[in-house]
């Protein structure tokens, strides 16, 4: 059988296209915690389900087990700097005037659109931590950008096709 190795599947895996977000939540002592994510999915319409792959190393993690909750922030075609801050470590949130969604995770200002959720499951998979959601708020925000999305190791937009 043959192994395959963190760097080979990271470069195989770099060639699957994902929309670039900000998972959000509060830590227990209210402070707002965030990180960039790729690895965010639809599961189900009924009832409406996400899920998010969190490295177990991050700080997010447990703020999200803490409030039970988190927010996926859509980011626009014009945030990667927004999106390379909230992927290094450090005070993500100094400096941005950010608002909660209706059960109180951070949302950021000017995104594509957002989802908050309640975690209704977690499951401990490799290195990372996979929280399924169940959506209980979400709205669309900006309807005149383009989304940000990460293929190869950079940054890319999107355009619409012509069918």
């Known amino acids: 059988m043959m192994s395959v190795g963190p760097r080979i599947f990271r470069e195989v895996m770099g060639r699957l296209a994902g929309g670039v977000t900000v998972v959000t939540a509060l830590d227990g002592d209210r402070r707002a915690r965030g990180f960039t994510a790729t690895a965010v999915c ?82 401990e998979a490799g290195d990372h931590t996979v929280f399924i959601g169940r959506v209980t708020a979400a709205a669309i925000g900006r309807t005149d950008r383009d989304p940000l999305v990460h293929f190869g190791g950079r940054y890319h937009t999107v355009a619409a096709m012509d069918p």
């Not at 980011?75 to 949130?93: P, Q, W």
Request: aromatic share 8%.
């Open 42 to 123: 639809s599961v189900s319409l009924d009832p409406p389900l996400v899920l998010v792959c969190v490295g177990r190393e991050a700080h997010t993690p447990s703020a999200i087990r803490h409030s039970g909750r988190y927010a996926l922030n859509f980011l626009c075609s014009d945030d990667a700097a927004t999106s390379d801050r909230f992927a290094t470590e450090g005070s993500k949130f100094d400096g941005i005037e950010w608002h909660t969604a209706p059960a109180g995770s951070p949302l950021l200002p000017g995104i594509l659109a957002w989802v908050e959720c309640e975690v209704e499951q977690d499951v």
